[in-house]
Antibody, heavy 121, light 106 residues
Framework: QVQLVQSGAEVKKPGASVKVSCKAS????????ISWVRQAPGQGLEWMGW????????NYAQKLQGRVTMTTDTSTSTAYMELRSLRSDDTAVYYC??????????????WGQGTLVTVSS | DIQMTQSPSSLSASVGDRVTITCQAS??????LNWYQQKPGKAPKLLIY???NLETGVPSRFSGSGSGTDFTFTISSLQPEDIATYYC????????FGGGTKVEIK
């Protein structure tokens, strides 16, 4: 069965960086993309970006351009999301999700369990 | 930039009621519209993709319709396990979620 298992919770200071991993299993990793979605406490869903596991192409949300980098390691079927220059409003649960889009982000059919990132001094 | 307006932001209905949520895009997005259900403390779950296609394994009481700028999500007979927040999401341009609709039991 398809599973996405994310790394554990993180506590970071403002200005630091965080890297969240998402290990996929149960499907051919390179046949789908991975999107990252975050949710601040009590708030709605925010799409952060997408990476093709086939060729590494990326699309990032404009507001995160320059601060976020998404990568994949096809040898371990793992996707990574790194966010730099963390601020308090980056405190959120971060989700990875399998993306069914063909060459561009589309919709998300399997999700990781979420990783809480807390930014606090 | 495309804006997504989802309404209502919350609703209360009785078990068995028909529940309708709307999502309006600020420009034509064809049928590039999806619906998700999120229960507290859980990851979202895909229910409907491409406006009207029911995801495998999702109960048939859930349905979606619309194209262009106006979309509707319907629960034909509300069940206690449907208590959740529902989100629309467009992908005509880069993905964008609506603000969400919290559904409660009256």
């Amino acid at each position: 069965q398809v599973q996405l298992v994310q790394s554990g919770a993180e506590v970071k200071k403002p200005g630091a960086s965080v890297k969240v991993s998402c290990k996929a299993s149960g499907y051919t990793f390179t046949s789908y993309g991975i999107s990252w979605v975050r949710q601040a406490p009590g708030q709605g869903l925010e799409w952060m970006g997408w990476i093709s596991a086939y060729n590494g192409n990326t699309n990032y949300a404009q507001k995160l351009q320059g601060r976020v980098t998404m990568t994949t390691d096809t040898s371990t079927s793992t996707a990574y999301m790194e966010l730099r220059s963390l601020r308090s409003d980056d405190t959120a649960v971060y989700y990875c999700a399998r993306d069914r889009g063909r060459g561009n982000p589309a919709y998300f059919d399997y999700w990781g369990q979420g990783t809480l990132v807390t930014v606090s001094s | 930039d495309i804006q997504m307006t989802q309404s209502p932001s919350s609703l209360s209905a009785s078990v068995g009621d028909r529940v309708t949520i709307t999502c309006q895009a600020s420009q034509d997005i064809s049928n590039y519209l999806n619906w998700y259900q999120q229960k507290p403390g859980k990851a979202p779950k895909l229910l409907i993709y491409d406006a009207s296609n029911l995801e495998t394994g999702v109960p048939s009481r859930f349905s979606g319709s619309g194209s262009g700028t106006d979309f509707t999500f319907t629960i034909s007979s509300l069940q206690p396990e449907d208590i959740a927040t529902y989100y629309c999401q467009q992908y005509d341009n880069l993905p964008l979620f609506g603000g969400g609709t919290k559904v409660e039991i009256k």
